[in-house]
């Protein structure tokens, strides 16, 4: 029913008038807690719909001490995670988690980029998801601070950090592009990170180095400053380019420094991928927008994001059951996250990962390589 403009709105006096109960039946009915006769609850339900009846969200709030929002926090700066167009990794993440929070009527606060200062002493929220955090993580530090319950999108590196995780598979994925890379005839590839303790940096060195000594290459890493963004990999990759002329791969894992490393080359008049193949892990916009288009990995972030929401809520809901400690709250989020993802390697049960680095991580679903111009030698 629609309350015309104007109009008094009903209350919960009006429904308990309605249906010849007391108003305290209508509240257990409409929140479902209490003894209420089932068909009593149905009733009140329908009476209230055809009434148009909402209830009061703020005071339900004040009275279970809740806020029902969840932030969604990075420290990671915008220069990479969203760039110009604000429609990066981090904004893929935040539309997906947005949408499952609100299946649970919870709302999302997204919080810019947390360097410093106070951030997430600020606003009123339950918990939070934490993206890629650093092993000295500044959003981490605030909700410690603040005693707030949060869970890692991919691995924590802080050796103290025991948070449950959804694993975003960061060595996996720079498996997959340097299988490629060889499977295209590279013999000298570079691996590019960014110059942090983020899982995505740290698996991808370890996961380069034994791909390296798997087939006999010689390594070569390179680091660039996050908040570089694409000019701090132009800068990096044309002097990696000068230092040694025989590279003709570069994994370059941050995809803004990607797009430098694309005007590194341009520049240089090396010829892409003639000359030197670039691939990146992220298959956004930068990707898909580059000339040429980047080769990218698919990491099935509106899923992972969505797990991430579950096991936080997870979380949550055994916090204020009472519930038996953190990681089997995360157990019974991880298995509707799970469930939820319908298969994909890990996936499947919700299981949790030990994987790169020991921890309770829940298996986000398998990364899909998407081969691009930038890297296709061989069809």
Request: charged share 25%; glycine share 12%.
């Amino acid at each position: 029913m629609t309350i015309p403009r104007g109009a008094r709105r009903p209350t919960i006096a009006d429904v308990a008038e309605a249906a010849s109960v007391s108003r305290t039946t209508v509240s257990h009915a409409l929140n479902g807690i209490g003894k209420v006769d089932p068909r009593t609850r149905e009733r009140i339900k329908k009476i209230a719909a055809e009434l148009g009846y909402r209830p009061n969200l703020r005071a339900q709030r004040l009275r279970r001490g809740e806020a029902r929002a969840i932030a969604l926090a990075s420290s990671m700066p915008f220069a990479v995670a969203g760039g110009p167009s604000r429609l990066g990794f981090y904004m893929e993440v935040a539309a997906a988690a947005a949408e499952r929070a609100l299946v649970h009527e919870y709302a999302l606060v997204l919080i810019p980029p947390v360097q410093s200062g106070s951030a997430l002493y600020t606003v009123d929220i339950d918990g939070a998801i934490v993206v890629e955090p650093a092993a000295d993580d500044a959003a981490v530090a605030q909700l410690r601070e603040r005693g707030l319950p949060y869970v890692t999108l991919g691995r924590p590196t802080a050796p103290d950090d025991d948070a449950l995780y959804v694993d975003l598979h960061g060595g996996r994925v720079v498996e997959l592009l340097l299988d490629h890379l060889r499977v295209q005839g590279a013999r000298r590839p570079a691996l590019v990170v960014g110059a942090g303790t983020r899982h995505s940096s740290v698996d991808a060195r370890a996961a380069y180095e034994r791909t390296a000594a798997a087939h006999g290459w010689t390594p070569l890493v390179a680091t660039a400053p996050e908040d570089g963004g694409e000019q701090a990999g132009y800068d990096r990759c044309a002097a990696l380019l000068t230092e040694h002329p025989d590279v003709d791969a570069l994994c370059v894992l941050v995809d803004a420094f990607a797009v430098g490393a694309v005007r590194a080359l341009h520049d240089a008049g090396r010829r892409i991928p003639d000359d030197v193949m670039v691939v990146t892990r992220y298959d956004g916009l930068r990707a898909r927008t580059c000339e040429p288009p980047l080769t990218a990995v698919d990491l099935r972030l509106d899923r992972a994001a969505a797990d991430a929401v579950e096991l936080l809520l997870g979380r949550l809901g055994a916090r204020s059951a009472g519930g038996g400690g953190e990681f089997a709250a995360g157990a019974g989020a991880g298995a509707a996250a799970g469930a939820d993802a319908g298969g994909g390697v890990g996936a499947g049960a919700g299981s949790f990962v030990g994987g790169e680095g020991a921890g309770n991580g829940v298996a986000a679903p398998e990364p899909r390589l998407v081969v691009r111009a930038s890297s296709l030698r061989r069809r």
